[in-house]
């Protein structure tokens, strides 16, 4: 049963034209991360909640926006995707327990056009 | 700041042969390491930990791993590889002492298992 889904698999978005990548988990785990992959290097935290408690990194740009109404469901939203924000997204849960492993979703390709 | 370094983009070795995939770390406080494995257009899959006690852990598919605090390493073994190992390897981190949530990941260590 898949715990962490992301939507949709693939999207195609014009150049500046604000997109929203969403995930879900059935795990009711309190942290929810995003990350940002490109072309099988490592993935890149953009940022993550604990609970509602929202924490950015320092170089995430401000492009980037996220969203978490609820313990289930976080949104990650690109104001105006530029070329060199097509990648991977990934979205994972994890327990509030540090010594927890993170569950991740199948993720998100975006491609810019 | 908490770091991961894969020295290797790529392992080769021949299926039957034992591998080792290599990682090393940097955290302020107490480790807690993770190994993930992820096949074409997918996520993430985790394989194994290492948070305290014996050093050896053992995990998903046959995989283990040792950690070696003197090293500050976390390497990634499995005693026979098999084909379908083939895919890409992170090492991650996270700071057990006060470095939060945050889960930092190596830059991945493409392994090929050959007939």
């Known amino acids: 049963d898949a715990m962490v889904i992301q939507n949709p698999r693939y999207q195609v978005t014009q150049f500046g034209k604000p997109v929203t990548l969403s995930c879900s988990q059935t795990?009711?785990?309190?942290?929810m991360y995003w990350y940002q992959q490109k072309s099988s290097q490592a993935p890149k935290l953009l940022f993550h909640?604990?609970?509602?408690?929202?924490?950015n990194e320092a170089d995430t740009p401000d492009n980037f926006q996220s969203r978490r109404p609820n313990t289930s469901f976080c949104f990650l939203d690109i104001r105006s995707p530029g070329l060199g924000d097509a990648a991977m997204y990934l979205c994972a849960t994890s327990r509030s327990a540090l010594n927890t492993e993170a569950f991740f979703g199948q993720g998100t390709r975006l491609t810019v056009v | 700041a908490q770091s991961v370094a894969q020295p290797e983009d790529q392992v080769n070795v021949a299926e039957g042969n034992p591998l080792t995939v290599k990682c090393t770390y940097s955290v302020s406080g107490n480790p807690y390491l993770f190994w993930y494995v992820q096949y074409p257009n997918r996520g993430l899959q985790f394989l194994l930990k290492y948070i305290t006690g014996d050093n050896l852990v053992k995990g998903s598919y046959g995989f283990e791993a040792e950690f070696n605090k003197s090293q500050t390493s976390f390497h990634l073994k499995k005693p026979s590889a098999l084909v379908s190992d083939s895919a890409l390897y992170f090492c991650a981190v996270r700071d057990g002492t006060g470095g939060g949530n945050k889960l930092t990941f190596g830059t991945g260590t493409q392994l090929k298992v050959e007939l």
């Open positions: 795990l009711n785990h309190n942290v």
């Open positions: 909640y604990y609970d509602k408690d929202f924490n």
